[in-house]
């Protein structure tokens, strides 16, 4: 395996960060958030599972799609794209893994690909860093992932003793290498520690739970405040709305009003989810819009898509308020498939 | 413009064209685009919709009412009821609104073709049928006997009805009405949709069923349906949901795995009864 230096990793991120923005994981009033920061100084190299994943450096809570300036009932639009080149340092393979989920709804082949997506990925090279072990809450293995996965990153990092194991996986982290020194070694990293596997039924399975009451019983405790969509790699639901053009931005005549049209995140949790104008809210009850969440992540998304919508990143546990826990979710209707009874032999 | 092509986010500025009071609280909107009704809504199909901006409040998804082969002006019926159909409604002619469109899938016109078909309408759910009933009417010899049941709850509210004695005067075309609650110059039928869905008593035979309303009236109409021996590829709806993409991304209109957005926002029932979660 290649070894690059600690030294060597701090002086290839200063250099990115003089040439481009730098986003890492930075320790912020006790919590770890990716920011985008000046310098390897500012970051938290030794740190467990930020508190929300890397998907706003791709699809931003708030995001502006287009100024719009009106004057009576004159209107001009100006398209809003992107533009900055982006580097994501500590990219963990869970969050690399739902980079992908929002990668086949935004940039797929099933629907139009969206080009403020678009330009944020293709700008973007992700650093992944291997997880040493799994958080408490971790279940990555049970869906389909493991914390020293090093696909779905540009460059892939390991921690070993002498520094970290390194592994360009495409061309674009093969050339931030360019220059390096780096070490030869034999040997493999020594491999992550493992939590148990958490049951997740076979796809085939959800279907016939649809209408099962557990769903109600689990909506009795949900307060539809939408916090596990948030930290979630892959929750990917948006509303958009026209604001007005934040203070402080250009607004040269004074005659004309100066807007923005805004995407912001979204939940299916969120009690006005579908509510529509006039009142009728079809997804009324608590119940259906937790069961939709789940639905979504486990059986909507896969016929839609292929993979899992859940990189077991556990987030959506550590923040819930009332303790909706997916992995007992996953038990609850692994335990609801009926089971085949084989016809009896017979004597 | 190959840029706002891409970007199917941009709307396409238009000019409000004409403004017209149908109904209390419903108007329809003649739309022109700044540069033209292009390429794109010239091939605009009966059943398909697009989104409207009221810059300033937002924008939000209607039925196209309008048919390219009768004209390119874009119309759109649209009822005061939210944010942005209120602010729809304070324009006048000659403002301007934002497009983004045609969106969705389309009635399978090709395919009711030699076909009887009953087309049934309920209150502003029924704007979207006009381009059904307009492409009958003007390739009348394409298709078999047209029976159109039209309700509202008030003859105030019944849409189109400067073009009635067109639809009455086509060949092989019935048009039966019905209100809620009539006024003393009302001397159609009285009730709901589905008691004159019982009176006229369609046959299923070769017959083709488009519902589009509000869902409770589809769901009774299309139970109607059923029992009165429609099968479910014989039956056709369009389906309604919050949106804020139309392009299959937002996530907001999912019935289970289905988006109305891409999937729909035409069903037969053959496809809904296969839905997991209800319309209603």
Redesign the interface.
């Known amino acids: 395996m290649k070894i690059i230096s600690q030294g060597a990793l701090t002086e290839l991120l200063d250099q990115v960060a003089r040439e481009k923005r730098l986003i890492a994981p930075v320790e912020e009033a006790g919590t770890i958030r990716y920011r985008p920061v000046g310098g390897s100084g500012e970051i938290a190299f030794d740190f467990a599972r930020p508190l929300l994943s890397i998907k706003e450096a791709f699809f931003p809570p708030t995001e502006t ?2 100024t ?1 300036a ?1 004057n009576g ?5 100006q ?1 809003v794209m992107p533009e900055e080149e982006q580097v994501i340092f500590g990219v963990r393979p869970c969050d690399a893994r739902g980079v992908k989920a929002l990668d086949a ?2 940039s797929g082949e ?3 690909p ?3 997506y678009g330009r944020r990925r293709q700008q973007t090279t992700l650093i992944g860093l291997a997880c040493r072990e799994m958080g408490e809450t971790c279940f990555c293995t049970s869906v389909g992932g493991a914390p020293d996965e090093a696909g779905n990153v540009d460059l892939m990092l390991t921690e070993v003793e002498d520094g970290y194991a390194v592994e360009a996986i495409t061309s674009r982290g093969e050339s931030l290498l360019q220059g390096m020194t780096l070490t030869d070694v034999t040997g493999a990293p020594s491999p992550p520690r493992l939590n148990d596997p958490v049951p997740v039924p076979a796809a085939g399975a959800w ?1 016939e739970q ?1 209408e099962d009451a557990f769903w109600a019983a689990l909506g009795e405790r949900c307060l539809s405040c939408r916090l596990c969509a948030y930290v979630c790699p892959t929750c ?7 604001e007005p053009l934040p203070a402080g931005q250009t607004q040269p005549d004074p005659q004309t ?1 100066y ?1 923005e ?1 805004v ?1 912001c995140w ?1 939940s ?1 949790t969120g009690a006005n ?6 009142g ?1 809210n ?1 997804r009324a009850e608590e119940g259906e819009r937790l069961r ?1 969440r789940f ?2 992540k486990f ?2 998304y896969p ?2 898509y292929g993979p899992l919508a859940c990189t077991g990143c556990g987030r959506c546990i550590d923040v819930c308020p009332v303790n909706v826990d997916v992995t007992e979710v996953l038990a609850a209707v692994a335990a609801m498939v009926p089971v085949k009874i084989p016809e009896e032999v017979s004597a | 413009m190959n ?2 092509r ?6 396409q ?1 238009a000019r409000l064209v004409t403004v017209r009071d149908m109904a209390p609280e419903i108007k329809m909107f003649g739309v022109e685009l700044l540069n033209g009704n292009g390429a794109e809504f010239a091939g605009t199909r009966p059943g398909q919709f697009a989104f409207i ?1 009221a ?6 998804p209607f039925g196209i009412a309008s048919t390219p082969g009768r004209g390119p002006v874009l119309e759109f019926a649209v009822q005061r ?5 209120t602010a729809l409604h304070e ?2 002619e ?3 609104v ?1 497009i983004r469109g045609p969106l969705g899938n389309c009635f399978p016109m090709k395919a009711f073709e030699e076909k009887d078909l009953l087309v049934l309408g309920g209150g502003v759910g029924g704007a979207p049928l006009r381009p059904v009933l307009h492409t009958i009417l003007d390739n009348r010899a394409d298709y078999g006997h047209l029976t159109i049941l039209w309700a509202a709850r008030h003859p105030s509210l019944l849409l189109y009805r400067e073009e009635y004695d067109d639809w009455r005067s086509a060949a092989s075309t019935e048009l039966h009405l019905t209100v809620d609650e009539p006024d003393q110059d009302w001397d159609g039928d009285v009730g709901l949709i589905t008691e004159l869905l019982q009176k006229i008593d369609p046959s299923p035979r070769n017959t083709v069923a488009i519902t589009c309303g509000p ?1 409770v009236m589809i769901y009774y109409v299309d139970r109607l349906l059923a029992e009165m021996g429609f099968a479910p590829d014989q039956r056709y709806v369009t389906l ?3 949106m ?2 139309g ?6 209109c ?1 019935l ?2 289905k988006l109305i957005c ?1 999937d729909g926002p035409v069903f037969s029932m053959a496809e809904v009864e296969q839905m ?5």
């Open positions: 799609l287009l719009i009106r009932g004159q209107v001009t639009l398209e709804v935004f099933r629907v139009p969206d080009p403020y279907a649809f990917r639901c948006f509303d958009v709305r026209d009003q807007l049209r995407r979204d299916c989810y579908r509510r529509v104008a006039g009728h079809p939709n639905f979504c059986d909507f016929q839609q | 840029r706002a891409a970007n199917r986010m941009m709307p500025l901006s810059f300033g409040t937002g924008e939000a009821l939210g944010a942005v159909t324009l006048g000659g403002n301007m934002g869902p309604e949901a919050r804020h993409c392009l299959g991304q937002c996530g907001r999912n289970g795995e891409v997991r979660e209800s319309y209603l």
